[in-house]
């Protein structure tokens, strides 16, 4: 059974820094493409980053230089540092292996 939990989320200031974490487990998470996704209030889900078990990163265009995204394979952890946030940053971020198994999510608030 595979198993998502997500943290790491809270509020902080425009400007400030969080570190999200994510643990897999049930499956063989160095073979799967994690990704973080990201869901505002009335928007959809959206994509923010993703990290292949090959080392290929890609990020949205609107956190590219701002979030990196790390995965420590020996943990089955994935994280996802963010920089410099933006009230539009604000949202419940979720992690994934393959957009069908999903955590509960962790919250993120930028306020001043």
């Known amino acids: 059974q595979v198993h998502v939990v997500e943290s790491g989320g809270g509020l902080v200031q425009p400007g400030g820094s969080l570190r999200l974490s994510c643990v897999v487990s049930?499956?063989?998470?160095?073979?799967?493409?994690m990704g973080w996704y990201r869901q505002a209030p009335g928007k959809v889900r959206e994509f923010v980053a993703t990290?292949?078990?090959?080392?290929?990163?890609m990020y949205h265009s609107s956190v590219k230089g701002r979030f990196t995204i790390l995965r420590d394979n020996d943990k089955n952890t994935v994280y996802l540092q963010m920089n410099s946030l933006k009230v539009k940053d604000a949202a419940v971020y979720y992690c994934?292996?393959?957009?069908?198994?999903w955590g509960q999510g962790t919250q993120v608030t930028v306020s001043s």
């Open positions: 049930g499956i063989d998470f160095s073979a799967y493409t």
């Open positions: 994934t292996p393959d957009i069908v198994h």
């Open positions: 990290a292949r078990r090959s080392g290929e990163i």
